[in-house]
């Protein structure tokens, strides 16, 4: 079956600009991450959502950050004004709820010039 | 805070020898282990768990040993093999609370022909 998709795959953009990144998350899944991955860095977790509970936002790291995530199912992720350290690769992540085994998406690779 | 913390950036190991990736751990709510694999250009996934009730956990070539006392687990890959070469991500969770996942920030793990 279909994993996680990200589009797009990639996403230049000049500082400033507003960016959306969109996740698709594998159907039934009811648990979706944002995480973000800066060159050389390891994986920074942004936001969590689980089902119908309020989404876990404790990762984002300003309020330039942004996301929701529709139906239960697609998520998008709204960067603001965006500047040149949101540089990264964002990934998303998706699992039933109750397991901890992530799918992940091959990820959106945001530059921002 | 770094709760989840790799602390060799990379590792160098010899094809057909066994590879010792380690990873510590701050937060003794945590009760389950993952470790996960990542190529370039690719999403992370998943390759084997543990939770706190085990020891240890084997998969083939891979076994991931958990020592609470210490706050410390290992990856050992044995014997390694060339399409072993990749970043090894280790993440834990907190099944108790129903948390979030949160990873190290990885090692790159080279297997030398």
Redesign the interface.
């Known amino acids: 079956g279909a994993g ?1 998709s990200q589009s797009p795959s990639n996403k230049v953009t000049e500082k400033g600009k507003d960016v959306e990144l969109r996740c698709d998350p594998i159907s039934g899944h009811t648990a979706l ?1 944002w ?1 973000r991955q800066s060159l050389g ?3 920074e ?1 942004l936001i ?1 959502f ?1 089902g119908n509970s309020a989404p ?1 936002k404790s990762g984002l790291p300003s309020d330039r950050f942004s996301a929701e995530r529709t139906g239960g199912s697609v998520s998008t992720l709204t960067i603001q004004r965006t500047q040149q350290e949101d540089s990264a690769v964002y ?1 998303c ?1 998706s699992l039933f709820t ?1 397991t ?8 959106t690779r945001l530059t921002v010039t | 805070d770094q709760q989840v913390k790799q602390n060799s950036p990379s590792l160098s190991v010899q094809e057909g020898r066994i590879s010792i990736l380690n990873c510590d751990y701050t937060n003794s709510m945590f009760d389950y282990f993952l470790w996960y694999k990542k190529y370039p250009a690719e999403g992370p996934t998943f390759l084997i768990s543990i939770s706190s009730i085990k020891d240890k956990n084997e998969d083939g070539r891979f076994t991931v040993f958990l020592n609470k006392s210490a706050k410390h687990l290992s990856l050992h890959i044995v014997p390694s093999q060339p399409g072993d070469s990749a970043v090894y991500f280790c993440a834990a969770a907190a099944m108790n609370r129903d948390d979030k996942i949160i990873f190290g920030k990885g090692t790159r793990l080279h297997i030398l022909p």
Do not use: R, S, T
């Open positions: 996680v991450y995480y860095q390891g994986l977790f969590y689980q876990d990934l992540a109750g901890y085994e992530q799918y992940f998406g091959p990820g």
